[in-house]
């Protein structure tokens, strides 16, 4: 069964050694048993997510996406890790664009994450998520800090792109005044 504890402690030894494919493995193993993770963390029926650990060195959110919610574009100033068990999330990857006075961004790339999928996200990576589908998605979201506390995050207005201090409401309606208030 999943045991957060242990699975924080786990996140710590594999984030020491440095690269991704340790973290990533954890995260794997965590997210093929969804079950595990259902049965120790409790069954969502809405859009929710909720702080499992917050620590300087590490951050591990429960994240539930609603059906069809979306962010802005963001960053994180943080590695991410991103564990998918159970539904999808869709991402758009961005740039800044050179010598734009406003901090504009330009879409760069796209990934799909679904059951059982990880991916790593640089510490200066710039996204937003759609979940694409009619149904909730499950996700453990794992950074290498302190997420709610790091500084000089931002993100970008959805029509303009243009660039603008982080606002954890505007960039995810349906959830982000509850990691506001933590």
């Known amino acids: 069964m999943f045991d957060i504890d242990r699975f924080a402690t786990d996140c710590r030894a594999a984030l020491a050694e440095r690269g991704s494919d340790a973290i990533r493995e ?3 193993r965590a997210v093929s048993e969804p079950g595990g993770i259902v049965a120790a963390l409790g069954e969502q029926t809405s859009a929710f997510a909720g702080i499992l650990v ?3 060195d590490l951050t591990i959110l429960k994240v ?5 919610q979306w962010t802005l574009p963001h960053n ?3 590695r991410a890790i991103i564990g998918m068990y159970g539904g ?3 991402n758009i990857f961005w ?6 006075a406003s901090g504009r ?3 760069a790339g796209a990934a799909s994450l679904r059951h059982g999928d990880v991916t790593v996200l640089g510490r200066d990576v710039i996204h937003s998520v759609t979940n694409p589908l009619d149904k909730l998605s499950f996700a453990l979201h794992v950074y290498d800090g302190d997420f709610m506390a790091a500084e000089g995050k931002s993100c970008w207005h959805a029509e303009t792109l243009a660039e603008l201090p982080y606002d954890a409401a505007a960039v995810s309606p349906m959830f982000g005044q ?3 208030n933590r």
């Open 95 to 100: 740039r800044r664009l050179p010598e734009d």
């Open 54 to 56: 917050r620590a300087p």
């Open 178 to 180: 509850l990691l506001a």
């Open 105 to 107: 961004v330009e879409a």
């Open 64 to 68: 539930v996406w609603g059906a069809r």
């Open 88 to 90: 999808g999330e869709d």
């Open 26 to 28: 954890v995260v794997r």
């Open 76 to 78: 994180h100033h943080h």
